[in-house]
């Protein structure tokens, strides 16, 4: 039995179509993408879900956490994956599942992290400080912000003349949508392991 994944999104849902593609191709086996969450209503991230014949809902920040701890356990979710979800998360649901999330941050944690660094803004950081080497992490979700166990990092040249869009690109496609998969799937597999003695 494969571990069940819920994907929670809030924008154009790049990294949730790096999953997506990744479970199309096999390198994503041990889990299947059951539930894509958004935090706004016009994500395109939703119609990236529907094409793909996952389920979409939006559960806006002001629904409250215990709307999406209903939609995550009324679906048997074994796995959370943020991807490029803006809204932080509570400390019951990060209790709840401990160990049980994972997030995509577009930076070598511990630099240009924690709140107020998502989007462009640690692109931009890395520019203004004149890093040569930036990158992505994946890590474990705890209740501060980007303070997780680290489970993978990969490192992206910057490259003169660069702006924060240029280099957010190449840390999406260099890093951030190798390494997510790849974690998502040894995650997976550790659930499947424990569901499937």
């Known amino acids: 039995m494969r571990a069940r994944v819920a994907v929670l999104v809030s924008g154009g849902g790049t990294n949730l179509q790096a999953l997506l593609d990744a479970e199309g191709s096999g390198i994503l086996k041990s889990g299947e993408i059951v539930l894509v969450v958004s935090s706004?209503?016009?994500?395109?991230?939703?119609?990236?879900?529907?094409?793909?014949?996952?389920?979409?809902?939006?559960?806006?920040?002001?629904?409250?956490?215990?709307?999406?701890?209903?939609?995550?356990?009324?679906?048997?979710i074994d796995l959370v994956v943020l991807a490029g979800y803006l809204t932080i998360l509570g400390a019951e649901l990060v209790k709840k599942y401990e160990n049980r999330i994972v997030n995509v941050h577009p930076s070598l944690i511990p630099a240009f992290c924690g709140k107020g660094f998502y989007g462009l803004i640690p692109h931009e950081e890395a520019l203004k400080r004149g890093v040569k080497v930036t990158g992505a992490t994946v890590h474990l979700v705890n209740e501060i912000p980007d303070g997780g166990k680290i489970l993978a990092q990969k490192a992206v040249d910057v490259l003169p003349g660069d702006t924060p869009e240029t280099l957010q690109r190449r840390v999406m496609v260099e890093a951030e949508w190798v390494l997510l998969p790849r974690a998502v799937e040894a995650l997976c597999a550790d659930i499947a392991k424990e569901k499937n003695p």
Do not use: F, N, Q
């Open 40 to 76: 706004r209503p016009d994500a395109y991230a939703l119609t990236r879900a529907r094409r793909a014949g996952v389920e979409a809902l939006t559960i806006a920040k002001a629904d409250g956490e215990a709307a999406l701890i209903e939609a995550l356990e009324s679906r048997k």
